[in-house]
């Protein structure tokens, strides 16, 4: 079982750093991570309080990236036909989900690996407050894998990247517009609206807070669209 | 080593197979022969696993592919239609994949892909970029990747199509030599190709099993003579009457008129060569023989003759 997740993971990454789409995503991820990290520093001026305003930024930049990660993953599998060969290989649907599902998120946190950079600055000429840093760090990591499970779940279910890219786009947007609008609502509509949002459940983190209603949200959320996912590649439906 | 028991597929309310039922004995090479939309690509895919069946079991070696697909599908290699490849990886890599996830240990990893490299005629491209290579060499990293775990069984589908004629030699003779120690099933819509590589053969049209027979046996119901068409500018009744003097021929057809131009269909009688004879007949009769050649049954005539029906 954990060897043929691990061997579907390496396989995923193997190919992330092959494609030419990664190293477009990385230059943007840099360039406007780069430039709102020098806005932060010139706005905030606290090397203290930085990093969680950064990690907010984060979630919000990851949402717009991760949809041309995931649009290929089982998309391209789908279209060139190698998710014949998967299938009938002596592996179960759970591990190719599972298995690639880690890949890609271990791939996204290369990116967010770069990160650190700005840690090793910030710590040069200030004094960074590491709870809230790590907490956020370890948010961010349930946030994004909320994103993946979403963009794996629609990537299974068309051959076509663009828009498996397109759609996951919309459906992250949905989850974000629905936390910014629920201030403007009234009574139980915006509780309903702001619990399904999912950096609504981010922000404690960068505030230094874990919570286990939101670790058990974004379980919740994850779980769900993987079993979704494994149960439409059983289906075999959605490929042939 | 294969059981198929009474398998129907519907796509939706579309029948793609309807109740085929067949096995397979251990170092058989059997060919499915039938035209495109016969039902031989799902066949294969319910087979190897990938499509599950409408009806009906499939036991492959001792294992349903329903009830213990893992244990099943250990003991088939698949090479699908149109031969799927991940193409920005080298060809090393790709197999190392495959022995991955068919769970070859890690020690004897590197030398088992060395040896079916060996084994395919790849040697000179293990480190190319998949990508980068011809179609002849796709179809043996796709060969490759299914003799990965040393499978029993192999199934390849239509594995020649799209292949330039020397390619074609090459896979073909390929094919053979794993057949000396495999069981293989393999698909094509080629006559010529299947009687020339299977031991047994099971022609599938429309969804159905039309025969199952040994090569000798198919090949005698099929009554399978010399075809020669002539052209001649001579009077074709004149050489027609001839030609059923010539020995061994048994009908001659006139098939086109142009003008002076006649082509006419000479059939012999089962394994009889008469193009010596017909030619020799052609000269000394003071005929002129403009063209001749041999023509090879088509699978249209093969169903013909199997099914009664046009």
């Known amino acids: 079982m954990i060897n043929n997740i691990w061997s579907i993971t390496k396989k995923e990454i193997k190919l992330f750093f092959v494609s030419f789409v990664a190293y477009i995503i990385l230059f943007f991820f840099l360039l406007v991570g780069g430039y709102y990290f020098y806005v932060y520093i010139y706005e905030v001026r606290d090397a203290a309080r930085i990093m969680p305003y950064f990690l907010n930024f984060l979630g919000f930049l990851s949402f717009l990236l991760t949809p041309f990660i995931t649009m290929r993953v089982f998309s391209e599998e789908k279209r060139s036909g190698t998710i014949e060969l998967l299938l ?90 629905i936390g910014w609008v629920s201030s403007y609502l009234p009574g139980i509509l915006a509780d309903v609206f702001s619990y399904l949002s999912f950096l609504n459940h981010y922000e404690d983190f960068t505030k230094g807070i874990i919570d286990t209603k939101h670790i058990i949200y974004y379980l919740s959320i994850i779980g769900l669209n993987l079993f979704l996912t494994i149960r439409l590649l059983e289906n075999r439906k959605v490929v042939v | 080593m294969i059981e198929v028991k009474n398998v129907s597929k519907y796509y939706g309310k579309v029948k793609a197979v309807d109740n085929i039922s067949f096995n397979v004995d251990k170092g058989e090479i059997v060919g499915f022969l039938g035209p495109n939309g016969a039902g031989k690509t799902t066949t294969m895919r319910v087979l190897t696993g990938f499509l599950s069946a409408t009806e009906g079991s499939i036991k492959i070696g001792d294992h349903d592919i329903v009830e213990n697909p893992v244990e099943a599908k250990k003991m088939i290699g698949y090479l699908p239609e149109n031969v799927p490849l991940y193409f920005e990886m080298n060809v090393t890599d790709y197999l190392g994949f495959f022995a991955d996830i068919k769970g070859i240990n890690k020690s004897e990893k590197s030398g088992h892909i060395r040896q079916i490299i060996g084994k395919v005629g790849l040697k000179k491209v293990a480190d190319t970029i998949i990508g980068k290579l011809s179609k002849g060499f796709r179809q043996r990293v796709g060969i490759a990747q299914a003799l990965i775990g040393e499978p029993d069984i192999l199934i390849l589908d239509e594995p020649t199509i799209g292949l330039d004629p020397n390619q074609i030699i090459e896979i073909r003779n390929l094919i053979k030599e794993l057949g000396k120690e495999k069981t293989v099933i393999l698909s094509s819509h080629i006559l010529q190709e299947v009687s020339a590589l299977c031991s047994r053969i099971i022609i599938i049209s429309e969804g159905k099993v039309v025969a199952i027979d040994t090569k000798e046996d198919l090949m005698e119901k099929l009554e399978v003579g010399q075809r020669i068409k002539i052209l001649t500018d001579s009077d074709h009744k004149k050489v027609a009457n001839k030609m059923k003097e010539v020995k061994g021929v048994k009908h001659v057809d006139l098939v086109r008129k142009e003008g002076s131009l006649s082509e006419i269909m000479v059939s012999s009688e089962k394994e009889k060569d008469i193009r010596k004879d017909l030619s020799k007949m052609m000269i000394t009769s003071g005929f002129n023989l403009l063209e001749q050649s041999k023509v090879t049954m088509s699978l249209e005539d093969v169903f013909i003759k199997l099914t009664g029906k046009n």
Do not use: C, H
């Not at chain 1, 002596?90 to 599902?101: D, Q």
């Not at chain 1, 998120?105 to 990116?111: A, D, K, R, T």
């Open chain 1, 88 to 177: 009938t290989s002596p592996l179960k649907e759970n591990e190719i989900v599972l298995g690639k599902f880690l890949g890609t998120l271990l791939f996204y946190l290369v990116y967010i690996g770069f990160t650190f950079y700005y840690l090793i600055i910030l710590s040069a000429y200030g004094k960074p407050d590491f709870g809230p840093i790590i907490t956020g760090y370890l948010g961010f990591i349930f946030l994004e894998a909320t994103y993946i499970s979403v963009g794996l779940l629609i990537s299974v279910m068309t051959r076509n990247q663009i828009v498996s890219g397109i759609v996951t786009l919309i459906a992250l947007l949905f989850f974000w517009i």
